[in-house]
């Protein structure tokens, strides 16, 4: 894994205990609230290229960047996506 600091990573990219809750919590995500599995990557590919994703933290909005894209009704503040 990657360093804990790491400016443009996701959770993912992270020290993956301490996010465990965050993915459980994503997963418990109602099937017709989540966006899908397509959607989801494209929307955390263009994170990734955001110079906004902080350590898995969209500066923006203060949200995890994972949990914002896999809810449908959710958008980038930006309009990114
Ligand atoms: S939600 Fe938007 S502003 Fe925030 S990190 Fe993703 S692309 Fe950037």
Redo the contacts with the bound molecule.
């Keep these: 894994m990657s360093s804990p600091n790491c400016k443009r990573c996701l959770l993912n990219e992270l020290d993956g205990e301490y996010f465990k809750s965050i993915y459980q919590y994503i997963e418990n995500i109602p099937l017709e609230q989540k966006a899908p599995p397509r959607e989801y990557g494209r929307?955390l590919a263009?994170?990734k290229n955001?110079?906004?994703?902080q350590n898995g933290m969209?500066?923006?909005?203060g949200?995890f960047?994972e949990v914002?894209?896999a809810k449908l009704r959710q958008a980038?503040?930006?309009g990114?996506?």
């Design positions: 929307r263009l994170c955001c110079g906004d994703l969209c500066a923006q909005c949200c960047a914002r894209a980038c503040p930006w990114k996506w």
